[in-house]
């Protein structure tokens, strides 16, 4: 009966996996029973901790013995001999590591599915100045002999590139091994828990598989028309089904358990090596931003006053205008082969221009390099059953393997190098670098009311919807991540996202 448990075997939705199907099928892969007596010996933590020590380590040293060839020592100013000085470094390595652990640099690959080593720029910046300058202080007041200053700024340069572009290469050999992967059982079987499978289906790069659903009695209702999932068990059961499986990770997703039943399933596991993650209520609106606080032992989550101040407008403004100027500069010898590629391969102008909804409603014409035949508009209507999102969302069009792209254009398109061009709306005030998706016209009047304060900044070339999928995300779920962009707008979540920008273009798939 499809009400009944199935605790015997191990149940893998292949729905959030990384084939895609969607979540609520029925179908489902039952593979041998796990070993109980047999736990993963290496977990995701004992992993990344070690490589990324060894980043570090091999960062560090690096940027030492380079400012060492760099800046040769000097005997009328090194009070030190360089062999003693290699050696006094070398010693100081366990410090330095401690250092780097009390700014959370080795446990958040295992507490947090999206971490990345964009995140930990901020650390590593703040690790490396206070190891350094604050040496450099200690050994002046006591007046202990160090090497040149210019040495020293020369090593903190190094180090604060070396490290990030190690630890990048760490995660990447650490993301191969099996010991990453984290088994997942999710608690809730409604609507929230199965858009969390679809999301952690979509995005393999967070190493977590899904074994299965657990929830109240052991049954669930379908949501939204869905048909009901196929459970490991009750929520009871969670326990014993977390060590038949070797779980590493439980999210708990609106269970139908009461409040009273959820805060004792949260604490029967926490005598268990097993990360708890809660999905919040009123999550739609939680961004970045918001902060934890308490009164009184009642934890509090605070959002962001969602309004700019004319000094953070301010910012932002100059932040882009600098920023598009530099880029039109260094980018000019690819805008210009770009150019030249376009008129060669194909009839038309080079630039392609398109009414844009902007900031406070006002309408803007959208600068890229033409990607398609001339006539691409008129054709519209012959590739209109080829629109990706026809059935799903008829709101959007896309259209993957678009016969009206050129060569030239389909190469444009991959690299986003057509969207280079965005870089003038930016510098005319139109556009930011980061900000809300450009939506065209036709698209724009299916805003739902409140997802309209998305019009609040201008419209970005890249943004939270371009580092999380860009044209796969569907319609409803862009406009939310463009509200929770703009509610929670900082300025270190803009370089963030900058920096974000680049390996999601490495990821995606061209969907023209």
């Keep these: 009966m499809a009400g009944e448990p199935r605790v015997k075997g ?153 490290i990030p572009l190690l630890r990048a290469v760490a995660r990447v050999l650490g993301r191969r091994n099996a010991a990453y992967i984290q088994n997942v059982i999710i608690v809730g079987s ?18 977590l598989k899904i074994v299965g659903f657990v929830d109240r009695d052991g049954r669930a209702s379908p949501a939204n028309g869905d048909q009901p999932l196929d459970l490991l068990g009750s929520t009871g059961d969670l326990p014993g089904l977390v060590k038949a499986h070797s779980v590493h990770r439980v999210a708990i997703a609106f269970s139908t358990d009461s409040h009273e039943q959820t805060l004792a399933v949260i604490r029967s596991m926490q005598d268990s090596d097993v990360q708890i993650d809660i999905v919040p209520r009123m999550f739609e609106v939680l961004g970045t931003n918001a902060q934890l606080h308490t009164i009184e032992g009642i934890p509090l989550v605070g959002l962001p006053i969602p309004k700019l101040s004319d000094s953070e407008r301010f910012l932002k403004r100059s932040f882009d205008a600098l920023g598009a100027a530099a880029g039109v500069i260094l980018l000019s010898p690819l805008l210009l082969i770009a150019s030249i590629s376009i008129a060669i391969d194909s009839r038309g102008p080079v630039f392609f221009r398109q009414v844009r909804m902007g900031a406070q409603g006002r309408t803007f014409h959208v600068f890229k390099f033409r990607t398609m035949v001339h006539d691409a508009e008129s054709r519209k ?35 986003r190098v057509d969207e280079l061009p965005q870089l003038i709306n930016v510098i005319r005030g139109e556009m930011s670098i980061v900000g809300p998706r450009p939506l065209i016209l036709d698209e724009d009047q299916h805003v739902e009311a409140w997802a309209r304060k998305r019009l609040d900044l201008k419209p970005g070339m890249t943004g939270l919807w371009q580092v999380l999928g860009a044209s796969d995300i569907p319609f409803d779920e862009m406009t939310k991540l463009d509200y929770l962009y703009v509610t929670n707008w900082s300025l270190r979540e803009d370089v963030r996202l900058i920096l974000l920008t680049v390996p999601a273009l490495a990821r995606v798939r061209s969907a023209y």
Excluded: C
Aim: net charge neutral; charged share 20%.
């Design 10 to 162: 191990r149940i893998q939705l292949e729905a959030a996996s990384r084939d895609g199907m969607a979540v609520g099928t029925g179908e489902r892969t039952v593979v041998p029973e796990l070993e109980a007596e047999m736990p993963a010996l290496r977990r995701r933590g004992w992993l990344m901790r070690r490589v990324l020590l060894i980043a570090d380590l091999i960062g560090l040293l690096s940027a030492f013995l380079l400012a060492l060839v760099l800046v040769s020592p000097n005997p009328a100013v090194d009070a030190v001999d360089t062999r003693w000085e290699v050696a006094l470094f070398i010693s100081s390595l366990p410090l330095w590591v401690l250092l780097a652990r009390m700014h959370g640099l080795y446990d958040r690959d295992e507490e947090r599915t999206d971490h990345s080593t964009v995140d930990d720029i901020f650390g590593v910046l703040q690790t490396v100045s206070i190891g350094t300058w604050g040496f450099v202080t200690l050994a002046e007041i006591v007046g202990l002999p160090h090497p040149n200053i210019t040495r020293l700024v020369v090593f903190w340069a190094l180090a604060i590139v070396l």
């Design 190 to 207: 409604g609507q929230v828990a199965r858009l969390l499978a679809n999301k952690i289906g979509h995005h393999p790069e967070y190493g």
């Design 381 to 415: 209507a012959d590739v209109a059953h080829m629109n990706m999102h026809r059935d799903a969302d008829p709101r959007m069009f896309k259209v993957p393997d678009d016969p009206r792209v050129t060569r030239v254009g389909a190469f444009l398109r991959r690299w």
